[in-house]
């Protein structure tokens, strides 16, 4: 692959981050950042933007000072803490990582980033970054925002997986002697703040003069899609039970799947076709009402779950209680929506 002027690709980088880094409660104030701190900022950050990250993460290290303090919190109550940011399994991960780090390594990061890799929730991507920002080692953290950047930069034509080898072999040309970390992140705000998916600030750009997209192209153009396929569309009943202290019944989601560990009014399984059996283990009440509807996007699939409210004094068989006080448990944001009918 043909290299732009390597040199001035990361003094061109450095001079605009320089100019505009933002002070980020996560990042280093001097000295040398803090693992933890790293770690859990890079976890909220994905799918999420830095807006909303950072009352989540400044609740967290207040909660839970330190990596031990974390491994040793109860999992509820870190779904609790977790609530909003969604994909929750972002949150399971992140108690059980905090566990392996306290178990297996003493509560210190293990620096290697095979080690980092097979600790649950850090991928290549995390652990590249937290290889470069926490330990200032030669890594390359390669996101959506940087993968986008590098695209238009060289207009590379290619598709994943093959796009993210070409840009990683590209930026292993181009990374500087030092500054491991601020390369990852200077990157990664070019990506979100001036190479933003639409409408890119090109003349603001410090990569503008060497932009083979800017010079040449569209920047919109690249990097190149693949088509994507429509979700499933997925069906169920949800029900709305209450006793006579108009207290809810509230349970919490078995199995492993998604939404599993979370707390949620009783529904059917979600299903391709709308579910005919309802509950095999809870007594439901002879009269229903039916509520409304509601409409919620999961990763792989839409859910359209029709909600059912009927008082109910019959003992509840299996798992369940009656609350009112709602607020104290990890809801996810289905739950949120079908309470809030
Ligand atoms: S010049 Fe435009 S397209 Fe090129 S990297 Fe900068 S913002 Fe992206």
């Not at 930069?153 to 002697?177: C, G, H, K, M």
């Not at 009269?287 to 359209?304: A, I, P, S, W």
Request: proline share 6%; with cysteine.
């Amino acid at each position: 692959m043909m290299v732009l002027n390597s040199d001035s690709f990361s003094q061109d980088l450095f001079q605009w981050f320089d100019g505009i880094k933002r002070d980020l409660p996560w990042r280093k104030a001097g000295g040398h950042a803090n693992p933890y701190h790293v770690w859990l900022s890079e976890i909220m950050l994905q799918q999420t933007t830095v807006k909303s990250v950072i009352p989540y993460f400044l609740n967290f290290i207040q909660r839970w000072p330190t990596i031990e303090d974390l491994g040793r919190a109860n999992l509820d109550e870190v779904l609790h803490a977790w609530q909003g940011l969604g994909y929750y399994t972002r949150a399971k991960n992140l108690h059980k990582c905090a566990q392996m780090i306290v178990g297996e390594f003493g509560g210190r990061f293990p620096e290697d980033r095979n080690a980092l890799l097979k600790l649950p929730g850090i991928g290549p991507y995390t652990s590249a970054a937290i290889t470069s920002i926490a330990f200032e080692k030669p890594a390359i953290a390669l996101d959506g925002n940087v993968m986008r950047v590098i695209s238009r930069y060289l207009t590379l034509e290619s598709l994943r997986p093959q796009l993210d080898q070409d840009a990683e072999a590209f930026l292993w040309q181009v990374i500087p002697q030092s500054r491991f970390g601020d390369f990852t992140q200077a990157l990664m705000e070019l990506g979100a703040l001036m190479c933003r998916p639409k409408s890119p600030m090109c003349l603001h750009c410090p990569l503008m003069k060497n932009c083979k997209a800017y010079l040449n192209a569209v920047p919109e153009d690249f990097p190149k899609k693949v088509l994507k396929k429509a979700l499933p569309q997925k069906f169920g009943h949800a029900f709305l039970l209450k006793n006579s202290n108009h207290q809810i019944l509230i349970r919490k989601r078995a199995g492993k799947g998604i939404l599993s560990g979370l707390y949620e009014v009783p529904t059917t399984d979600w299903d391709l076709t709308l579910p005919k059996r309802l509950l095999q283990d809870i007594s439901l009440p002879e009269h229903l009402n039916l509520r409304g509807e509601v409409n919620h996007t999961f990763t792989h699939f839409h859910l359209n779950l029709k909600v059912w409210e009927g008082a109910t004094r019959h003992p509840i068989r299996r798992m369940g209680r009656f609350l009112k006080n709602l607020k104290d448990y990890a809801l996810p944001t289905l739950m949120k929506k079908v309470l809030s009918l």
